[in-house]
T-cell receptor, first 115, second 117 residues
Framework: AQTVTQSQPEMSVQEAETVTLSCTYD???????LFWYKQPPSRQMILVIR??????QNATENRFSVNFQKAAKSFSLKISDSQLGDTAMYFC????????????FGKGTKLTVNP | NAGVMQNPRHLVRRRGQEARLRCSPM?????VYWYRQLPEEGLKFMVY????????ESGMPKERFSAEFPKEGPSILRIQQVVRGDSAAYFC???????????????FGPGTRLLVL
């Protein structure tokens, strides 16, 4: 079975500091894609960052970057210079290549950025 | 380019009534996915559709739930004879018909919050 585990139900960070959210996954597939989505209090699902499993280079989007360790099946999200607007639920997800590309989500990490 | 549209945003139904949730994908997107989010949970896949075809409905409950994506118009998720356990947020996502990461990236609508009284 394909699963995603986010081991930190809640985290907090001070404004302007850096925080890392962890994610591990389990799949027997070799080709897949990984995502982090943000869900603020409005509950809209917003794509934060994405990564192809065949790429060794870690994806970066402004203050957001990932540490992708394929052998360890780990895909952590680092948020630099945290802002109050980063307060949200963060969901890690993956999908396999080809066919029905449903996303498999973790249970999420609730991040609070404190002033 | 308008995002994924869902309506209604909030829907209240009494037990036994029918709920119809609508989703219009982003322009140029031909793949539609429905997910359900229970309180304090992540999203769970329900069904994947392309125009006029159900590709994967492995996440759909066997009874009372159905989905369609007609040639013209939005995708519809229909729940018949709703029960309290159907209360949840239902999200629609769409992706474009291109190969690789672009195809695999799903963009979500704002969701429909269904409350069954």
């Amino acid at each position: 079975a394909q699963t995603v585990t986010q081991s930190q139900p809640e985290m907090s960070v001070q404004e302007a500091e850096t925080v890392t959210l962890s994610c591990t996954y389990d799949t027997s597939e070799n080709n897949y894609y990984l995502f982090w989505y943000k869900q603020p209090p409005s509950r809209q699902m917003i794509l934060v960052i994405r990564q192809e499993a065949y790429k060794q280079q870690n994806a970066t989007e402004n203050r957001f970057s990932v540490n992708f360790q394929k052998a360890a099946k780990s895909f952590s999200l680092k948020i630099s210079d945290s802002q109050l607007g980063d307060t949200a639920m963060y969901f890690c997800a993956f999908t396999t290549q080809g066919g029905s590309e449903k996303l498999v989500f973790g249970k999420g990490t609730k991040l609070t950025v404190n002033p | 380019n308008a995002g994924v549209m869902q309506n209604p945003r909030h829907l209240v139904r009494r037990r036994g009534q029918e709920a119809r949730l609508r989703c219009s994908p982003m322009k140029g997107h031909s793949h539609v996915y429905w997910y359900r989010q229970l309180p304090e949970e992540g999203l769970k896949f329900m069904v994947y559709l392309q125009k006029e075809n159900i590709i994967d409905e492995s996440g759909m409950p066997k009874e009372r739930f159905s989905a369609e994506f007609p040639k013209e118009g939005p995708s519809i998720l229909r729940i018949q004879q709703v029960v309290r356990g159907d209360s949840a947020a239902y999200f629609c996502a769409s992706s474009p018909n291109r190969i690789g990461l672009a195809q695999e990236t799903q963009y979500f609508g704002p969701g429909t919050r269904l409350l069954v009284l």
